[in-house]
């Protein structure tokens, strides 16, 4: 059997899904820098970096990260026009992911595979409303037991990443406690929420460059691919 790299005692893994499990960060980032720029030009505004995306949206529930985005530029604007412009983010990802699919990172789908092999548990957890059309475009779907997402985040009425809710949700779902619970994020707000909520190890998955970030914001480790943590 694979022998996997992560603390003894840790029985579950919650992974988030966007460049954790699946490419779908960087159409989230184009999505995102499509709209934003388009309202920007209408403010004479500079554009939005793949930095904004990085401090200010990547994790977040969507209409958070409108707002939290807008307001490090100044701007202040009512729900509805918030909900219209996170709205107009939601029809440019479902575009792209209906014109050309979802691809699963290899070395996520090894890894999963192999901590189900030893016996492991398994959640995805994700700000997303869409991660159950992600996770079954990407065909992973019957590799993950439990499902934290956006519409979960709203129907039980949790707090969004930087806040541990939805992790904390989906260890409970699978009968599991935190400690033994791993948390796999590539973003700083992820990250973060893994480590307000205790788990037993949170690891970072770097794929645009953030490294360091990413242990400033609570990381244990690390790593550029999830592969790295099979021996």
């Known amino acids: ?31 995102w820098k499509e709209m934003f720029d ?19 949206v990547d994790g977040k529930p969507r209409y958070d990260g409108v707002r939290s985005f807008l307001e490090s530029r100044g701007i202040h604007l009512d729900e509805a026009e918030v909900h219209r412009l996170g709205d107009r983010k939601n029809e440019l ?5 209906a014109e050309h699919g979802v691809e699963p990172y ?7 595979d192999a901590v189900r092999a030893a016996g ?12 159950e059309l992600v996770v079954k475009a990407a065909g992973i779907a019957d590799k993950l037991e439990v499902r934290v997402d956006g519409v979960t985040i709203e129907t039980e009425g ?12 989906a260890a409970e779902k699978l009968g599991v406690p935190r ?4 948390v796999f994020e590539d973003a700083l707000a992820g990250v973060q929420a893994g480590r307000a909520g ?10 645009v460059g953030q490294a360091e970030a990413l242990k400033e914001h609570g990381a244990d480790v690390v790593v550029d691919d999830l592969a790295e943590l099979l021996a």
């Open 1 to 31: 059997m694979t022998k996997i790299k992560l603390p003894e005692g840790i029985t579950a893994c919650l992974f988030d899904l966007d460049g954790v499990l699946t490419s779908t960060a960087k159409v989230h980032f184009a999505a």
């Open 38 to 56: 388009a309202y920007l030009r209408e403010r004479d505004g500079s554009p939005f970096t793949q930095g904004d995306y990085d401090a200010y």
């Open 93 to 97: 990802v479902n575009r792209v992911i």
């Open 106 to 112: 290899p070395g996520s789908v090894r890894f999963l």
């Open 120 to 131: 492991m548990r398994t959640a995805v957890v994700s700000s997303s409303a869409n991660c």
């Open 158 to 169: 949790l707090k969004g990443k930087p806040a541990p809710d939805s992790f904390l949700a």
């Open 179 to 182: 400690e033994r619970a791993a």
């Open 198 to 207: 205790g788990f037993g190890c949170v690891v970072g998955v770097d794929r």
